[in-house]
């Protein structure tokens, strides 16, 4: 089991998307995450405590293909 602390959570990202053909997409997400300063105690008390940390950056990268009839950009 995962045990969390929610007792506030904010975040922020930053995201770019580069189409370099109509049928291909790159897309670059970066996120940074804050989950608060809450204690821990799980189940019966067998899991308490605290993190060292209590921020999560999270990099997400995609690569796009589109396949069929459809298209990313349209000809004009």
């Known amino acids: 089991t ?3 602390r929610l007792d506030s ?4 990202g930053i995201g ?3 189409a370099f053909s109509k049928k291909k997409m790159l897309a670059v997400n970066l996120n ?3 989950l608060g300063n809450a ?4 189940g019966n008390g067998i899991v308490t405590g605290e993190f ?3 921020y999560a950056i999270i ?3 995609s690569l796009r293909w589109i396949t069929g009839g459809k298209t990313l950009m349209q000809s004009r």
């Open 2 to 4: 995962s045990t969390w």
């Open 9 to 12: 959570i904010w975040g922020v």
């Open 16 to 18: 770019a998307e580069y």
């Open 32 to 34: 940074y995450t804050d």
């Open 39 to 42: 204690p821990v105690q799980a």
């Open 52 to 54: 060292d940390e209590r």
């Open 59 to 61: 990099l997400d990268v």
